[in-house]
C-alpha cells in the first residue's frame, strides 16, 4: 500500500482587470486511487512577489501585467489609499 | 440529448459535471418581486470549498500564528470566508489589514466596500472608543481591513503574541 501526496495547480484565472487567481490542490492517493483532495486558493495583483509562484503561474501574471495594465493598478492602488 | 422531463435519476454513483458557465437554470421559477430589485441571473453556475491563507499587509513588521484555520465557500458568485488564528508574534501596533482572499471581489466605487463581515472574536485589537469593529472586503481587491462602525481604522496590540482574531466575511467576486 503506497500512500502519495501530489500537489498541482488546477487552475489559473485572470479576472478583472489584473487579478491572476490561482487554485492548488493537494492531493492524496492510495495506490494511485485518490483518497482525499483539498483545494487552496489565492489571488495575485501586479504588485504581489510571483517569485515564489510556480512557473506557469508567472508566465501568465507576466502576460497579464502589461504597463498599462500595472498603470492601472497603481491608479487603483493611489485612489483606495488616498 | 435534451431530457425534456426527469421523474427519477434514481441514485446517482458519478458526479454530474458542467462545461465551464453551464449549470442548473432556475429561470422557470419565479423570479426577485421586490420595487428596487434588479435580478441579474438565475443560473447556478459554480460551487467550491477550500481553504486560503491570511497574510501580512502593510504596516505590520512580522505576522506568525501557531493556530490558522483559514475557508472559503463559493457559491455561485458570492464566497463566503472564514477565519481562525493565533498569533505566536506580531509587531505590529498598526491597521489590520489582510491580504489574501482566495477569489477577488466585485468593484464598487473608491472608499466602498464589497462585502462585509463581523468579528467573532478578537482580543488583539485596540479598542476605538468602545465601538463594535466589523470587517470591510476592499472593493476589487483580495485584502479585508477591520473598521470602527464609525469608521476609524483598527489597530492591532503593539505584541498580539498569542491573541486570537476570529472572523467570516461574505463578498461577491468578479
Given at each position: 500500500?503506497?500512500?502519495?501526496?501530489?500537489?498541482?495547480?488546477?487552475?489559473?484565472?485572470?479576472?478583472?482587470?489584473?487579478?491572476?487567481?490561482?487554485?492548488?490542490?493537494?492531493?492524496?492517493?492510495?495506490?494511485?486511487?485518490?483518497?482525499?483532495?483539498?483545494?487552496?486558493?489565492?489571488?495575485?495583483?501586479?504588485?504581489?512577489?510571483?517569485?515564489?509562484?510556480?512557473?506557469?503561474?508567472?508566465?501568465?501574471?507576466?502576460?497579464?501585467?502589461?504597463?498599462?495594465?500595472?498603470?492601472?493598478?497603481?491608479?487603483?492602488?493611489?485612489?483606495?489609499?488616498? | 440529448?435534451?431530457?425534456?422531463?426527469?421523474?427519477?435519476?434514481?441514485?446517482?454513483?458519478?458526479?454530474?459535471?458542467?462545461?465551464?458557465?453551464?449549470?442548473?437554470?432556475?429561470?422557470?421559477?419565479?423570479?426577485?418581486?421586490?420595487?428596487?430589485?434588479?435580478?441579474?441571473?438565475?443560473?447556478?453556475?459554480?460551487?467550491?470549498?477550500?481553504?486560503?491563507?491570511?497574510?501580512?499587509?502593510?504596516?505590520?513588521?512580522?505576522?506568525?500564528?501557531?493556530?490558522?484555520?483559514?475557508?472559503?465557500?463559493?457559491?455561485?458568485?458570492?464566497?463566503?470566508?472564514?477565519?481562525?488564528?493565533?498569533?505566536?508574534?506580531?509587531?505590529?501596533?498598526?491597521?489590520?489589514?489582510?491580504?489574501?482572499?482566495?477569489?477577488?471581489?466585485?468593484?464598487?466605487?473608491?472608499?466602498?466596500?464589497?462585502?462585509?463581515?463581523?468579528?467573532?472574536?478578537?482580543?488583539?485589537f485596540t479598542v476605538v472608543n468602545n465601538?463594535?469593529?466589523?470587517?470591510?472586503?476592499?472593493?476589487?481587491?483580495?485584502?479585508?481591513?477591520?473598521?470602527?462602525?464609525?469608521?476609524?481604522?483598527?489597530?492591532?496590540?503593539?505584541?498580539?503574541?498569542?491573541?486570537?482574531?476570529?472572523?467570516?466575511?461574505?463578498?461577491?467576486?468578479?
Amino acid at each position: 500500500m503506497a500512500i502519495t501526496k501530489e500537489v498541482e495547480i488546477s487552475k489559473i484565472e485572470v479576472v478583472g482587470s489584473w487579478h491572476v487567481q490561482v487554485a492548488t490542490d493537494t492531493v492524496i492517493k492510495e495506490d494511485g486511487t485518490v483518497i482525499s483532495r483539498s483545494r487552496h486558493r489565492h489571488v495575485l495583483n501586479p504588485d504581489s512577489d510571483i517569485s515564489k509562484e510556480a512557473s506557469e503561474v508567472q508566465a501568465v501574471a507576466n502576460a497579464v501585467w502589461t504597463d498599462t495594465v500595472k498603470a492601472k493598478f497603481k491608479t487603483w492602488k493611489e485612489l483606495q489609499e488616498g | 440529448m435534451a431530457l425534456s422531463k426527469i421523474t427519477n435519476l434514481g441514485t446517482l454513483t458519478e458526479n454530474i459535471v458542467f462545461q465551464n458557465t453551464k449549470g442548473i437554470d432556475f429561470s422557470a421559477t419565479g423570479g426577485a418581486t421586490g420595487a428596487n430589485t434588479t435580478e441579474t441571473t438565475e443560473l447556478f453556475e459554480d460551487y467550491e470549498e477550500g481553504f486560503w491563507t491570511p497574510t501580512i499587509s502593510s504596516g505590520w513588521s512580522s505576522f506568525t500564528t501557531d493556530f490558522l484555520k483559514a475557508s472559503y465557500v463559493k457559491i455561485g458568485h458570492m464566497c463566503y470566508v472564514t477565519c481562525s488564528m493565533r498569533f505566536s508574534g506580531t509587531n505590529a501596533s498598526a491597521t489590520v489589514v489582510i491580504d489574501g482572499l482566495p477569489y477577488a471581489s466585485q468593484s464598487n466605487a473608491n472608499g466602498y466596500a464589497s462585502g462585509t463581515g463581523a468579528i467573532g472574536y478578537a482580543n488583539m485589537f485596540t479598542v476605538v472608543n468602545n465601538t463594535v469593529s466589523t470587517v470591510y472586503v476592499v472593493q476589487n481587491a483580495s485584502r479585508i481591513q477591520m473598521y470602527t462602525m464609525l469608521g476609524a481604522s483598527v489597530n492591532s496590540n503593539a505584541d498580539a503574541s498569542n491573541r486570537w482574531l476570529e472572523f467570516s466575511a461574505a463578498y461577491p467576486t468578479v
